[in-house]
């Protein structure tokens, strides 16, 4: 029988431990996430063991397995070695992980998905600005799967939002015009230092929060309009959420 192998580009996402030795991976790959196996990648003698390590960025050759395909060898294109030794870092990436994870399926095939994770991760290892990583990562995300908040036009009634509004619905999907402010019991308040840096950081690349220097105050009220509205979209918090926050109150 003639083995059937495939090379791809591939970010660990998750990691388990697997029958004696073995580990199942979860990977993001431009054709989306996939399910795979490492043999053997417990013992010492391991060839391909300090290749596959927890949200490595490598190109990887993968064997066509009965069930799972079997990774038969990891070129490092990354290691993100500074996000994986700092835990506010590496506390950022999980929650970037399972956000990845959360909005897709397995074989949904997105390129601009991918690149924007390998991006964050990227800068989650280099910014200074972790935290604005993960909201630029947040937003980026939203555009691509469909749920880009309405930040330029009302939320209910689409027409052009100025800067005395004050009122995010995670329900309605974005800010509110003063018309329509009370349109949703529960939105929630927005402060205009908050809304000008949403509008930013929807505008922008992931490298332009390098060069911001913001309050806590600004940065807290922009997390949690988005983790409202993920909240909403989701119908529940990411695991990681809860770690997220211990390490930063930590910090
Ligand atoms: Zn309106």
């Known amino acids: 029988m003639r083995e059937r192998v495939y090379r791809t580009e591939a970010v660990i996402l998750r990691r388990n431990d697997f029958a004696e030795a073995d ?3 979860l990977l993001a790959t431009p054709a989306g996430k996939r399910r795979v196996v490492a043999k053997g990648i417990r013992k010492t003698t391991s060839r391909i063991a300090g290749h596959v390590e927890l949200f490595t960025h490598a190109t990887l050759l993968l064997a066509i397995g009965r069930n ?4 038969t060898q990891s070129d490092v294109i990354d290691p993100y070695s500074r996000l994986r030794s700092d835990i506010a870092r590496l506390s950022c990436a999980y929650y970037a992980a399972e956000l990845y994870d959360k909005f897709t399926q397995d074989g949904d095939e997105s390129r601009p998905l ?3 994770l390998v991006d964050a991760f990227h800068a989650l290892d280099q910014s ?4 604005l990583v993960l909201r630029s990562y947040e937003l980026s995300l939203l555009q691509i799967v469909g749920y880009r908040p309405h930040l330029h036009q009302c939320a209910v009634c689409g027409d052009q939002l100025t800067e005395d509004a004050d009122q995010f619905s995670p329900q309605l999907g974005g800010v509110l015009c003063p018309r329509d402010r009370h349109a949703d019991r529960r939105s929630l308040a927005l402060g205009g230092p908050a809304f000008r840096l949403l509008r930013y950081l929807q505008s922008q690349p992931l490298s332009a929060v390098n060069v911001l220097h913001l309050s806590a105050g600004v940065r807290g009220d922009v997390e949690s309009i ?3 509205y993920l909240y909403h979209l989701l119908e ?3 695991k990681s959420v809860a770690f997220l926050q211990d390490v930063m109150r930590g910090e």
Not at 68 to 71: A, H, K, P, S, Y
Not at 128 to 131: A, C
């Open 23 to 25: 580990r199942l991976l």
């Open 68 to 71: 799972l395909d079997i990774i």
């Open 114 to 116: 991918f690149q924007l």
């Open 128 to 131: 200074e600005n972790p935290d």
């Open 226 to 228: 988005l983790r409202a």
């Open 236 to 238: 529940r918090d990411l």
